[in-house]
């Protein structure tokens, strides 16, 4: 029996992100912290990449995923959100990301109990986008 195995892109969303915002030349780039969770020691700048999928359909996978962003001001947070998206838009070479599209937001979310950190509360705001991932035959 031979099928199509699909790649987890949680972790190579967080890469090509870790890696543009390490290459950009903006100073609300500088010192992002990014991963699927929240940290539990809170930094000034997070982003977290959330898998927002339901089941595959086995010929392809399109995945769905939540972008939250956080920034000591919110000048920060949105501008840092919106560089996020353009380095996703930007990032499908196959590898496993074949392309990224149906963006949405940013938007700004209310928190009633906001994460502060260094006196800081930290602005959110949250993004989305569908990925598509190549397989491989197994």
Not at 122 to 136: D, E, K, P
Request: with cysteine; proline share 7%; hydrophobic share 40%.
């Amino acid at each position: 029996m031979r099928g199509i195995i699909f790649p987890s892109t949680t972790g190579a969303l967080c890469a090509v992100l870790r890696a543009g915002l390490t290459a950009s030349a903006v100073p609300h780039a500088i010192g992002v912290t990014v991963q699927p969770k929240l940290p539990v020691t809170k930094t000034a700048r997070m982003v977290t990449v959330r898998d927002d999928s339901g089941p595959d359909d086995g010929s392809q996978t399109r995945r769905r995923y939540g972008f939250n962003v956080w920034a000591d001001t919110p000048v920060d947070a949105e501008n840092l959100a919106l560089l996020c998206m353009a380095i996703l838009r930007n990032c499908a070479d196959g590898q496993p990301i074949t392309v990224t599209d149906s963006f949405s937001g940013p938007f700004d979310v209310p928190t009633e109990t906001p994460h502060n950190v260094g006196g800081k509360n930290l602005t959110n705001y949250f993004f989305a986008c569908r990925i598509t991932a190549r397989g491989t035959n197994f």
